[in-house]
């Protein structure tokens, strides 16, 4: 019986697996600068509560302050404090890389479509971008990081929309301001948040996706909604995490893509990527953040 080999081709395109931008750069203070340092101090001043003027006698220092005795007892505004301070130190931690090859021959019997600046495109959009995201999120989601911990224990249609209006109430009360806070949001919780009623009437009149950031999909009193992939949530305790950008960075220090053609030992192009970078809460602008649990882990 005669054989029949039919034949195969094999095209030139190839097919990349879906990826995302990240959902985080652009959305962070730019205050601090880590070039030429690993490590960056960022100083607070320390304010004091006002006592009552004492027109016969030294005023009284209020009772949580304990003031360092300096000049005359007797003044008339009260106590006299030498103005403190505190240091919060930010080191970056978090240094990563890869190291791939593409042997000439192998690329040249592929039609060549492992061209070296693909492979390290696809390489920091479906992991390095990926991974960050999900770190800043962690670091940003820890209830130790935020002045606000709620719960929201089961998200519906009916109560999503009331947990995302409670974090906006939680930072204005604080006196953070939401015009520049962002609702990092996963998208089973986006997809109730959309159902909700008064979140259809607060966004359809003004809804204008041209006039709104990347990745921003609409706002809840102010609060611009950044709906992300639920699995950027590794703390899957977290429904959705709110955080005011001058309250969080997000630095990186180095962020190196190298092509190498021919090096020694290889016959082809030898590629490497290294990202060295970190996420931080600003301890003084901690009430900028607040995060929403399905069950209050902070108890």
Known sequence: MATINLATKYSPKVVDKFYLDSVVLGKTSKEYDWDGVNSVKVWTIQTYAPTDYGQGGAGKPADDQSPIAIGTAHSRYGATYEVADTIQTMTLTQDKSVSLSVDKGNNTE???????????????????????DKYCLGVWGDPANCGTVTELASPSKDNILDAVSAHVTALRNKFATVDDAYCFIGESNYALLLMAKEFINFNNPSFAPQHLEKGVMGKVRGLQIVPVPDSYFTDTNINFVTAKRSAILAPTKIKDMKVHTDPVGISGALMEIRWLFDAFVLDTRKDGLAVCLKNDASV
């Open 110 to 132: 592929q039609m060549l479509i492992k061209n070296s600046g693909k492979v390290l495109a696809l390489e920091m959009r479906e992991q390095f971008i990926p991974m960050f």
